[in-house]
């Protein structure tokens, strides 16, 4: 008899806590679910984290009615270096500095991103990305999810056995996805620099294990051993053709090409990077003929029936914040669909992350990212950079009202 009294009481208090959630109502004159879905008049109701429905139509009370705003799900980055950032003095920090300032660094870029309409970043990756990881999910600190490799793999990571014992060191060190240096960058030529047994090793391995793999790869030769190697995502491609764009269509491997936001934030910046590194006049020379070099290759993949694109800019120092310019750019560019590009940030790229089931998608069961833009990206995609409202988790961040600036709600 306690154990069934018990029993009720655990069972009765658990419904008494959910009843407890506080509902939200969304309303706005058309929303964008993800999957290439627009539903006019249309009302979000948010319980808790979790959307719960999704109605037509204008009756009952709306906690924020956004008139003629469009509501879309939050948006996905798949590649952005949220701990990149200039110093104090202007200039990018190649060396991390005390502990304290990366994370602040980190922290506020990723507030700028959050305020973008990007609930979920992919940040390949650095160290301090952990600790901001688990920040964000405690709910103590504003900023989007965060998926991130925190080191990388490269040509001088070791033997195929080296390899395969770094990557299992990834995986208990908590690592969401591998991140692997097949080629050079754009600016020291983008040849292939990793063997074909050391790809096969990283991207075997983390198959394996049920990790996955995104891959830095420039070259048509890196980015065919990558594919051959089992490896699920390549980045960049500024020398892509069409036999190894074909390749990773027929191969169901993502394609996240970087053509609207990550060179042009080093050029407008070039002051703060020159100097540094790699970053030299001949570096920045490549960088500038690569922007010709991605239109063409954008042209290409945008006609490349099959290939399965998602929204990456490789956002790193000056460029968070800016990352949904990237949406903008693969349309105006490339010719891409505004309705695909917007999936690509969407539910596509989610479905890359393996979080298809959570994010992504605007419907019941879902967590409750989504945001409201100023204007129709559907006729005018630009509007994907004038975010008016964000939502994570059932959490407004901000709601900017008809006629303000600026409002947060955090």
Known sequence: MRFHALLFVVVFS???VSAQEPTTRIRAATVIDGTGKVLRNATIVV??????SIDTGVSGSASYN?????????????????AWHFDKDGRYAARPGSPASEILYSAENAFVTLMAGFTTIQSPGSASDVELREAIARGALPGPRI???IRQINERSGTPEEIRALVRQLKQDGADVVKIFASASI?????QTMTEEQLRAVCGEANTLGMRTMVHAHSPESIKASVNAGCQQIEHGVFADDEVLKLMADKGVYFDPNIGVVLQNYLKNKAKFLGVGNYTEEGFAYMEKGLDLNKTMIKKAVATP??????????VAGAHGHNADEIVERVRQGGQKPMDAIISATSLAAKSLGLE??????GPGYDADLIAVDGDPLSDISAVTRVAFVMKGGKVYKH???GAKSNSEF
């Open 14 to 16: 658990a419904v008494a």
């Open 47 to 52: 319980q808790g984290s979790k959307i719960t």
């Open 66 to 82: 956004l008139g003629q705003l469009t509501v879309l799900p939050g948006m996905i980055d798949v590649h952005a270096h949220v």
């Open 147 to 149: 998926l991130t490799s």
């Open 187 to 191: 600016r020291d030529g983008g040849k």
């Open 306 to 315: 099959n290939l399965k694109m998602v929204l990456g800019t490789d956002a």
């Open 357 to 362: 089931k959570a994010i992504g998608t605007l």
């Open 400 to 402: 900017v009202a008809s």
